[in-house]
């Protein structure tokens, strides 16, 4: 019997590329893909691509449909001024969802951060500007509860959030005894609380400042994401909680942050909120938890966590817009767009499980 020890053989072709016994790789490595693989690797590489497509398409046809009257550059710019809102609730909503969560309350929070901020102002006479700390502030919390009870306590973010949703939405309704702030008032007195509602022209493009912050708030975001650390670890617990823990990244912590965030950035929403509407409601926003959900879902982000662009949520809350606007300048009864729509999240739904299937 040979002294000499016996060497394992490869058990797959992976394997045998690495020994170098293998005589097939030059034909593994010219596999040729086929039309549908590349594009499925194309749109696992790009998710955003898929939104993008369905918003100049659809541009394009109620563009056909309405002419010169949909692209001007007032309907375009409306369409942007609609979609405010939701761009910022999105954001932070989108963050949650890469890492594999779902945030129910965020619709609450805003809602709850705007009545602080002026029920602080006009029922205790707090500065403005204070009465505003106090209601981010309110909206940090709310989300830091969140992410103690998700991180630290591993209770379904599902869960979680749909009780804080009941929790703060009863909240905002016992405090601020359903009572309204008039915009006549607000304009008055704290006219800060409004600025977001203010605008500049540019020829007959109107820009608010709650469109202005969207954008600059998406791209901060943006370049966090795609050029952090932060960002890298963020997606990394989306994808493989495990694996980002063996690989350094603190996930309770990293957790703990990205729900924190969504509330700060939901309390946010809530003063731009109040600018767009003009006054402060406690009815306000009630869909705002849907509507992000909804714009996230469209936009490609997967609800499984870890693939997605935040690019993607705006494209998606942009189709929204474009769809309920061209319906409505059409005619048509609203009830379409709710159908359309419905037929786009379970497409894009569709969509992300072919992707993940095939490129997985």
């Not at 309204?180 to 500049?200: C, E, N, Y």
């Not at 469109?211 to 963020?234: F, K, P, Q």
Request: aromatic residues 10%; contains cysteine.
């Amino acid at each position: 019997m040979s002294d000499q020890p016996v060497r394992p053989q490869p058990h797959n072709e992976f394997e045998k590329v690495l020994s170098g016994s293998s005589t097939q790789v030059a034909a593994f490595d010219t596999h040729d893909k086929s039309v549908l693989e590349k594009l499925q690797h194309f749109l696992h590489s790009s998710p955003a691509a898929v939104p993008l497509i369905v918003l100049v398409l659809s541009l394009i046809v109620f563009g056909l449909l309405l002419g010169g009257k949909f692209f001007s550059a007032f309907t375009l710019t409306l369409i942007l001024q609609q979609v405010a809102i939701v761009g910022i609730v999105g954001a932070a909503q989108s963050l949650v969802i890469l890492t594999a969560g779902i945030d129910l309350s965020v619709g609450a929070i805003m809602v709850l951060s705007s009545v602080i901020m002026g029920q602080f102002t006009f029922r205790y006479g707090l500065p403005a500007e204070f009465a505003i700390l106090c209601g981010l502030a309110v909206g940090a919390f709310c989300g830091f509860i969140n992410g103690i009870l998700v991180s630290r306590m591993r209770l379904p973010p599902f869960i979680v959030t749909l009780g804080m949703w009941q929790i703060v939405l009863a909240t905002n309704f016992l405090y601020s005894a359903n009572e309204t702030i008039r915009a006549q008032d607000i304009a008055q007195q704290a006219p800060i609380l409004q600025v977001f509602g203010s605008s500049v022209r540019f020829g007959s493009a109107v820009f608010t400042y709650g469109v202005i912050a969207m954008v600059l708030l998406v791209a901060l975001l943006w370049y966090v994401l795609n050029r952090t650390a932060w960002g890298r670890h963020l997606y990394a617990v989306g994808d493989d909680p495990d694996a980002a823990e063996l690989a350094g990244v603190n996930v309770k912590r990293m957790l703990t942050t990205v729900y924190t965030l969504s509330g700060l950035i939901c309390a946010f929403a809530g003063w731009a909120l109040i600018g767009r509407i003009g006054s402060v409601s406690p009815t306000a926003g009630q869909f705002a938890n849907i509507e992000s959900i909804t714009a996230v879902v469209i936009g490609g982000l997967s609800l499984f966590g870890g693939r997605g662009s935040i690019m993607g949520m705006i494209f998606g809350a942009l189709i929204v817009g474009v769809f309920s606007l061209g319906l409505r300048l059409i005619g048509t009864d609203p009830q379409w767009t709710y159908l359309l729509i419905g037929v786009l999240i379970i497409m894009a739904v569709a969509i992300d499980q072919w992707i993940r299937k095939v490129a997985g």
